[in-house]
Antibody, heavy 126, light 107 residues
Framework: QLQLQESGPGLVKPSETLSLTCTVSGGSISSRSYYWGWIRQPPGKGLEWIGSIYYSGSTYYNPSLKSRVTISVDTSKNQFSLKLSSVTAADTAEYYC??????????????????WGQGTLVTVSS | DIQMTQSPSSLSASVGDRVTITCRASQSISNYLNWYQQKPGKAPKLLIYAASSLQSGVPSRFSGSGSGTDFTLTISSLQPEDFATYYCQQSYSTSYTFGQGTKLEIK
């Protein structure tokens, strides 16, 4: 059974860089069938897709965050990571990682996020 | 970006009720529409994909329909464990977007 687990600091100072890692267990991150994604949820609010990565390192990002986001993959550790620079209080959120699979169409289209990690709360505050 | 608008934002219902939640896209997205359930303190869980396909392991009281811009999620007979927040998500555009959520509460 595939499981994902987010890890990283729960508190980040304004203007610094948020860094999180997602560790995948019970399956290989190098599978050609899947991408891997990051999604966030501010407290009491809705879901926002941040970006996604393929095992080869190919990435694509939410245009609203693109200038500040970097997602990378380490296949040797079965992990992928998120970096979000120049954070502000608006970046305070629960951050989730998830497996991304195309159920219709192909590649980046017709995708679902399943399963998800349990999430990790990151607070931006001095 | 494609905007996803859910209605209602909140809904009160009783066990055994039939409930329908609506999701509208700002442009046609064919059937590239998914539904998720989120319980407090938990990650979202996939319920329906491609507008009407039931995810493995999800009870058959959940169903989805629609195409183009208008979609619905129906729960045929509410169970106590169904009280949660529901989100739609489009994957027609590669800038994936979610609806704002519909909170289903016990009446």
């Amino acid at each position: 059974q595939l499981q994902l687990q987010e890890s990283g600091p729960g508190l980040v100072k304004p203007s610094e860089t948020l860094s999180l890692t997602c560790t995948v267990s019970g399956g290989s991150i190098s599978s050609r069938s899947y991408y891997w994604g990051w999604i966030r949820q501010p407290p009491g609010k809705g879901l926002e897709w941040i970006g996604s990565i393929y095992y080869s390192g190919s990435t694509y990002y939410n245009p609203s965050l693109k200038s500040r986001v970097t997602i990378s993959v380490d296949t040797s550790k079965n992990q992928f990571s998120l970096k979000l620079s120049s954070v502000t209080a608006a970046d305070t959120a629960e951050y989730y990682c998830a497996r991304q699979e195309s159920r219709i169409g192909f590649g980046e289209y017709g995708v679902v996020f399943d399963p998800w990690g349990q999430g990790t709360l990151v607070t931006v505050s001095s | 970006d494609i905007q996803m608008t859910q209605s209602p934002s909140s809904l009160s219902a009783s066990v055994g009720d039939r409930v329908t939640i609506t999701c509208r896209a700002s442009q046609s997205i064919s059937n590239y529409l998914n539904w998720y359930q989120q319980k407090p303190g938990k990650a979202p869980k996939l319920l329906i994909y491609a507008a009407s396909s039931l995810q493995s392991g999800v009870p058959s009281r959940f169903s989805g329909s629609g195409s183009g811009t208008d979609f619905t999620l129906t729960i045929s007979s509410l169970q106590p464990e169904d009280f949660a927040t529901y989100y739609c998500q489009q994957s027609y555009s590669t800038s994936y977007t979610f609806g704002q959520g519909t909170k289903l509460e016990i009446k």
